[in-house]
Structures are given as C-alpha cells and as structure tokens.
C-alpha cells in the first residue's frame, strides 16, 4: 500500500540495498523523485549528479535538463534540489525558465539560481552557490530564460542513448491502452509498457527485480484508481529520442488517486509515464 511519508532533503542512495525501507522508497520513486538519478563510480563515495535551485516569492521557476522539464512554474524562494532523469553521454544542457508571478506582490524582485553539482548519495545538499563540484550554473536577476551546458562521461549503457530521434505518431493511442490496462486491473499489459525502465533501473542500475511489480500490484489491485489526466501535451526530449507528455498541472498522463478521498493515509495522487520511447515493440515507458 503506498502510504503518505514525511520528506527529507538528503542526496537518496539509489543504488544501496532497499530492505527495511521499500515502502518508503516505492512512493519516492514512482513520484519519480529518484527515478532516472544516474550514478558515477568514485573512490570516496557513491557520487550522483543534483540540481540544486532556489527562486524568489514573487517569481515561477520551471528548470529542465536536456528538455526534461525537472520542475515546472516552481513558487517561492526555499532552495531544495531535485535530480536530473535522463543524461547524455557528453555535452548536457540545463535551462532555467524565471516569470514573475501575477499574483505576487507589483515591486518585489525577481531572481533565480540554479546549479548542476556533484555529490556523495546520502549527503545533504546546499542552496545554489554553497555546493562543490558544481559543474553548471545560472543565475538570473529578472524574469527570463538561460542555458548552460555541462559534460559528463561514462554513464552506464542506458538504452535510450542509442536510440534515434523520431516523431511522436501513435503515443497518445500507447497512452490509451496503458490507461486501460492499469483501469483493468491487467497486470501483464500494464508491466508491458515498462520494459525499457526495468531494462535501466534492474539490470543496470540494480534495483530489485520484483519491485516493480510489487508497485503495480499494489497500484492496480489496492486502494487507488486511475483518473482522467485531461488535455495533454507533448514535446521532445533528449534531441527526439524520447518525449515527455504532462497534463496541465504538469503530472505524467497515468494518474492514480484513491479509492475512498477520506483515507487520509493515502496519497492524494500518484502520476506515471511522463516519459515515453518508441522501441521495435511499440511506444514504452522510458521514466515515470
């Protein structure tokens, strides 16, 4: 059952052993959280790359890495971080988005910062500016958009990185049908749609192989049901190898909420499939 849980601003460890915390780690990552956090061999620790950002209570601040919309019209001025899902081998692109917020007060300053750094997992990050190993940075003073790029190299063989850009004909329709079957309740149809995310995160990354069906069990024959996304958009990632759909509230297009609202144990709602891949088999899940 996948329960509401108190957050905690640490780097996760992706990769260590999830016994004794499953539970917790199963809701972090299907909120896609950890999802897609790609990590590097070192000596002194397990390093992981983070984006730490901060923004300012008059302004919205959406942040992407290689089109990957990571956050998305973000209020307020708490600096947290949050890890880039899909890398490149080599040159990266981060993109920092700043508009002043209509509803904020008329003569507050608006201005972000936003930073790509190393980091052990497990370690506690700072605000932009505070962190070490940082490789990328932005910082805007006013409402307005910047890119950087930053490197990095020897990522694991990740699937998606040698696919070709393509267009995006026939995903709603594989949305559809993911849709369906996670309504019906079909186990094998919905794990279908999930390979080349298993592919990644159980054969290269190490997770547990049986997590992800503990997942759906619990998603599609518990407490949750599936709910109409609305309109959806589209747009390409990763130079066209793969896209990402959201709804209006920026949620991938599978979205789960409870059975009985009045259970206040449970998530409000639970999204997935925000990011897609057309493989030999069809339009797959590539990261929720």
């Known amino acids: 059952m996948f329960m509401k849980a108190g957050s905690s601003n640490f780097i996760p460890d992706v990769t260590g052993s999830l016994q004794g915390a499953e539970k917790g780690l199963k809701i972090i990552a299907l909120a896609g959280?950890?999802?897609?956090?790609?990590?590097?061999?070192?000596?002194?620790?397990?390093?992981?790359?983070?984006?730490?950002?901060?923004?300012?209570?008059?302004?919205?601040l959406t942040i992407e890495v290689n089109d990957v919309i990571l956050l998305r019209d973000h209020p307020g001025s708490f600096a947290n971080f949050i890890p880039p899902s899909l890398l490149l081998e080599g040159e990266n692109i981060l993109r920092v988005r700043l508009v002043k917020d209509a509803a904020a007060a008329g003569a507050e300053a608006v201005g972000a910062k936003a930073e790509v750094f190393k980091a052990c997992q497990g370690t506690f990050p700072e605000a932009p500016g505070q962190n070490e190993n940082v490789i990328g940075e932005i910082s805007l003073d006013q409402p307005g958009e910047a890119t950087?790029?930053?490197?990095?190299k020897d990522l694991p063989a990740y699937?998606?990185?040698?696919a070709e850009p393509t267009d995006d004909k026939g995903?709603?329709?594989?949305?559809?049908?993911?849709?369906?079957?996670?309504?019906?309740?079909d186990m094998d149809a919905y794990m279908a749609f999930l390979t080349p995310l298993k592919n990644d995160l159980v054969t290269?990354?190490?997770?547990?192989?049986?997590?992800?069906?503990?997942?759906?069990?619990?998603?599609?024959?518990?407490?949750?049901?599936?709910?109409?996304?609305?309109?959806?958009?589209?747009?390409?990632?990763?130079?066209g190898r793969a896209y990402q759909v959201a709804t209006a509230e920026g949620d991938g297009p599978?979205?789960?909420?409870?059975?009985d609202p009045s259970n206040q144990d449970l998530l409000d709602k639970?999204?997935?499939?925000?990011?897609?891949?057309?493989?030999?088999?069809?339009?797959?899940?590539?990261?929720?």
């Open 171 to 185: 995903l709603l329709e594989a949305i559809t049908l993911l849709r369906q079957a996670a309504s019906d309740g």
């Open 33 to 60: 959280a950890v999802l897609g956090a790609v990590t590097m061999s070192a000596q002194a620790c397990e390093e992981t790359l983070a984006v730490a950002y901060q923004g300012s209570e008059a302004g919205k």
């Open 270 to 288: 639970l999204a997935q499939a925000g990011i897609w891949i057309k493989t030999d088999d069809g339009w797959k899940i590539l990261r929720h």
């Open 204 to 239: 290269i990354e190490g997770m547990p192989a049986n997590i992800l069906e503990g997942m759906a069990t619990d998603l599609l024959g518990g407490d949750y049901k599936v709910s109409e996304p609305g309109a959806l958009t589209v747009h390409p990632v990763l130079g």
């Open 148 to 152: 950087t790029g930053f490197t990095v």
């Open 254 to 259: 599978l979205i789960f909420v409870p059975k």
């Open 159 to 162: 699937g998606y990185l040698s």
